[in-house]
């Protein structure tokens, strides 16, 4: 009887385990993203100067004045 309780409760414990490590496991390896090399001498520069000329700069945009700020307006 005692060796029918220790097989049955070896055999929860092996389970168990078996599942816990199953889950807690590297599971899918993490995909590295490879690093673009830079371009280096006069290219750089050429790409730079491109860059700085293709970005215009940005407009300010106007802002809606809130209602307290339209009344302190309307007083002074």
């Known amino acids: 009887m ?3 309780m220790k097989m049955l409760v070896a ?3 092996d389970g168990v385990l078996k599942e816990i490590l199953k889950k807690s496991g590297t599971g899918t390896t993490k995909r590295t993203r490879r690093n673009a090399r830079t371009p280096t001498g006069v290219v750089t520069g050429l790409v730079k100067d491109a860059i700085a000329k293709a970005m ?9 004045r809130t209602a ?7 007083r002074v």
């Open 11 to 13: 055999g929860v414990v």
């Open 68 to 74: 307290a700020a339209r009344s302190k307006q309307k």
């Open 56 to 64: 215009a700069p940005k407009k300010q945009v106007s802002r809606k």
């Open 2 to 4: 005692a060796g029918l």
